[in-house]
């Protein structure tokens, strides 16, 4: 049987029908939950230290697939686990979202985001859920952890002087903080890495211009990593969605993986 033939007029005007419903069909459905898992290594040397970076749960809920990101950052045997704030947006998932986080096999360290301050919710049950892991929720301090070679700052964004916990020049100093922006408040002093997160990476990338949009205190640092006075920036994408924004497009959540 033969196929009848496709008018080069009919081809173009059906790939501007289908090429449109490929994309919103990506973005919400395929893209929320396909979870990507980077690999980034710090410096020339052999790495010593091997850690996984992952931030903004905004979980709502969606049991599955947070037990399913756990899965894989346990299934990467780090030697810890580093979170750049927002575990929920509402207090009802609180409880329900510890209970998944608590399976993390790794000391957990984390430091709060903005969404974590307007839930309203007490502290005390993340800082137990944390310190369960064998980590600690940080809160504008610091922890020397990795049996004393490594000195892990945490900086809430909470206060406007947060910024100002010293570095340990004998050590691998990392800071963790949730608003990317906020690197410009540390150029005075030098560190090893900084880990952010809070942009979502826009959540929406168009090619080769980048992020339709991102939220207050990201400036250009929306994704990826960044050479800053400070030391190296990285920004992740994160895991969840802001509100009720349930879609990405050319912008997975993801799980990084840091060698330093």
Request: overall charge positive; charged content about 20%; hydrophobic content about 40%.
């Amino acid at each position: 049987m033969k196929l009848p033939r496709l008018s080069r007029r009919k081809f173009i005007a059906t790939a501007l029908v289908a090429i449109p419903s490929m994309i919103v069909a990506d973005a919400l459905l395929l893209e929320p939950t396909w979870l990507k898992v980077r690999h980034l290594r710090i410096g020339t040397s052999q790495p010593k230290h091997r850690l996984v970076h992952f931030t903004d749960l905004h979980h709502k809920g969606d049991t599955r697939y947070l037990k399913g990101v756990v899965e894989r950052i346990n299934s990467l045997a780090p030697d810890f686990v580093c979170f750049t704030g927002d575990i929920i947006e509402e207090a009802k998932y609180l409880e329900e979202a510890l209970e998944i986080l608590s399976g993390i096999k790794a000391p957990m360290y984390g430091v709060p985001g903005n969404h974590d301050y307007w839930s309203k919710v007490p502290f005390e049950s993340i800082v137990k859920c944390f310190k369960s892991t064998g980590g600690a929720w940080l809160l504008d301090e610091q922890c020397v952890i990795a049996n004393g070679k490594i000195n892990l700052i945490g900086i809430t964004c909470n206060q406007a002087n947060q910024a100002r916990l010293p570095h340990n020049p004998a050590l691998v100093n990392i800071v963790l903080m949730h608003y990317p922006a906020w690197v410009k408040k540390l150029d005075q002093q030098k560190f090893d890495l900084l880990l952010a997160g809070h942009s979502h990476g826009g959540q929406v990338r168009v090619p080769f211009y980048g992020p339709f949009m991102v939220p207050y205190a990201v400036d250009e640092f929306d994704l990826g990593l960044f050479q800053t006075k400070p030391g190296p920036l990285y920004v992740n994408s994160g895991i969840g969605y802001i509100y009720e924004y349930n879609f990405r497009f050319n912008c997975r959540p993801e799980i990084t993986v840091i060698e330093i």
